[in-house]
């Protein structure tokens, strides 16, 4: 386990700890302001504190080493985590947004109270969450970028929230209903983020190639290498963290198997040192100039 995936992991169990703590908070306190916006986002911090669990599990397995029945390494289950997380986002917006509504004719006025606990989740998730998005980066954690972007939604949905509950004490009779739609809103919002975490992971289960600028680095690296003529075909998906790339090298027709062979190990062991997203290169030797 590198240090990024060793960072990834501390975060996830950070995460677990805020979320339980602002999840209990929030539905407390919800609860005693008679806040529907407040409660709904407590339990959206509760969704959280199962989703950093996920995470942190799927960073565990994925960081375990290859065998001869995972010849690839464990990664693509922290993908799986990631897809998980994207339907529980989905099933509970979808559950906060149902419940909002059926209160909506349900004339709460809920008590000042109810804006602290919003205003303090707004900051530490937005600290938080960009916190995730450096890690996730880093370490190629599709379940951390999720979870980071849970946060996002966590800082919108409270931004959200925090509205309604003003307006509703604001206005306690115009505009009582606004706690409910505020809830509702967050819901829609947990709905679309959860729906974009299961987009970006099911590309990556479908061996989704990465961006056209990591496969020119990859390509520059090799041709770095001295004895490279050319590469004929490149390719890469992510197994976890991390990329697998299958390389078609062009050498000089003439040289001998040995000679050859030691440049596509140099490839290849130039790519991993350089590319620290690229978890192990199999090459392909193909002669320069013939079709």
């Known amino acids: 386990m590198d240090s990024a995936q060793r960072l990834a992991i501390r ?29 709904s986002d407590g339990f959206e911090s509760a969704a959280d ?93 599709a379940g951390l970028k999720a979870d980071a972007w849970n946060d996002s939604v966590d800082v919108v949905s409270g931004t959200i929230a925090l509205t309604g509950v003003l307006l509703a004490i604001r206005w306690p009779f115009k505009l009582a209903s606004a706690d409910h739609y505020a809830g509702f809103a ?10 974009r975490v299961v987009r970006e992971t099911v590309l990556h289960l479908m061996d989704t190639m990465p961006d056209e600028a990591q496969m020119a680095q990859i390509r520059a690296v090799a041709m770095m290498v001295p004895g490279t003529m050319g590469i004929e075909k490149c390719f890469a998906r992510k197994t976890g963290l991390r990329y697998h790339v299958d390389l078609h090298l062009e050498v000089d027709p003439d040289l001998s198997v040995r000679q050859s062979h030691e440049i596509a190990r140099a490839v290849k ?23």
Do not use: C
């Open 186 to 195: 967050i819901g829609l919002i947990v709905i679309f983020i959860g729906i």
């Open 11 to 39: 975060a996830a169990q950070s995460s677990i700890a805020v979320s339980a703590l602002l999840a209990t908070v929030k539905i407390w306190i919800g609860l005693e302001a008679r806040s529907v916006a407040l409660v």
């Open 49 to 141: 504190f199962f989703t950093s669990g996920l995470v942190l599990a799927g960073l565990w397995v994925a960081s375990k080493p290859a065998d001869r029945e995972h010849p690839y390494g464990h990664g693509r289950f922290e993908i799986l985590i990631g897809l998980a997380i994207g339907v529980m986002l989905v099933v509970t917006g979808t559950a906060i947004s149902l419940r909002a509504l059926e209160q909506r004719y349900v004339v709460h006025h809920p008590d000042l109270l109810a804006i602290w606990p919003l205003i303090g989740s707004i900051a530490i998730k937005s600290a938080m969450g960009a916190a995730k998005f450096r890690m996730g980066r880093r370490s190629g954690s």
């Open 269 to 291: 062991n130039t790519i991993k040192a350089q590319l620290g997203w690229v978890e192990d290169v199999l090459v392909h030797v193909e002669p320069f100039g013939t079709l």
